[in-house]
């Protein structure tokens, strides 16, 4: 069994094993199959992508698929590289991902350097960090009016 594979069956012993009075109190009604009731770690009460054992290790809420109540489902967030658990941070309309990633330092506009992080405004009125998309290539397309 690998280093991760050990820790995931611990989190899941751990949070949602039966004698966790938490997980036990909150699968109590529910049904679960987590032996005595207690939470099943294999469920997917809120309907998103993920099980309890998942939501338990991200830390998002398995009894509701848009954990902080921003608009965007957990999945959703998770997949564009937003934070499911900050209800300031969303998916773009365009689908960008967030691509930030958060060692950046601008050292100048010459080649080979690291620009500013730019604000851009793209085609569905985002306005989104040039940052957010190191990592990957696009072609940006700028105009100037003066």
Known sequence: MTKLAAALVALVALGCGAGD????????GGGGSGGSG??????????DCMT??????KGTNPEQADSDGDGDDDCKELACKSDPLD?????YG?????????????????????????PLVDQCGDTVPIWDFAGDYHLLFMTAVW
């Open 94 to 118: 365009c689908g960008w991902a967030h691509g930030d990633p958060g060692n950046l330092v601008s050292a100048g506009a010459a080649e080979g350097d690291v620009i500013q992080n730019l």
């Open 21 to 28: 009075d938490a997980a036990t109190a909150k699968g109590a």
């Open 38 to 47: 207690g939470v099943d770690p294999a469920a997917n009460p809120d309907g």
């Open 52 to 57: 309890n054992a998942e939501e338990l290790a």
């Open 87 to 91: 209800p300031t941070k969303r998916c």
